[in-house]
């Protein structure tokens, strides 16, 4: 994979599907054994096509390997309650296919989202129990805010992490 080209850019209609097979891939490449498996399980193909039609392009970036989809991420501006900080967007999700991982792909999708927000001032919500993506942030700047939330009837406890001082 190393010598493959690589490309991230925004995505198009016709990325969606395979965008699509992606963001149900990683979901259970990512969560298998670390949620319940009706949460793993809710997240196929078919629902993850209908959220990717219902987003604005200008907001998912998709990161192509040899023309292939291997990764794909998505901001919000400005970041979604609970965040309640001024002048602050949100890189709502990013996932890289789990063979893939470690080649800086995530780092270019995370790229691609802090170019394209207005602000610098960036939030993420990451799960309590997903140590590897919280080491990737770390990595990226980010740090713990002590901010948490708790979704999906308690399965899923969220860390809230700002590349910011959120005590000022």
């Not at 490449?29 to 009706?38: D, I, S």
């Not at 993506?133 to 406890?157: C, I, L, S, W």
Request: include cysteine; charged fraction near 25%.
């Amino acid at each position: 994979m190393p010598d493959r080209h690589l490309v991230v850019r925004h995505i198009t209609p016709a990325d969606f599907q395979t965008k699509a097979e992606v963001h149900s891939r990683t979901w259970r490449e990512t969560y298998q054994g670390k949620l319940p498996q009706w949460l793993v399980d809710k997240i196929t193909p078919e629902f993850a096509l209908e959220v990717t039609k219902r987003h604005d392009p200008a907001n998912v970036f998709v990161a192509l390997a040899d023309g292939e989809v291997v990764g794909y991420a998505e901001l919000v501006n400005p970041a979604r309650e609970p965040s309640n900080y001024p002048d602050t967007g949100e890189l709502a999700a990013i996932y890289v296919l789990k063979r893939c991982q470690g080649l800086g792909i995530g780092r270019r999708l995370a790229q691609a989202v802090f170019d394209a927000l207005p602000t610098k001032r960036v939030v993420l919500w990451v799960l309590e129990s997903n140590e590897k993506a919280q080491g990737f942030y770390r990595h990226m700047g980010f740090h713990p805010t002590g901010e948490v939330q708790v979704e999906d009837n308690g399965a899923m406890k969220d860390l809230e992490y700002a590349n910011f001082d959120t005590s000022v």
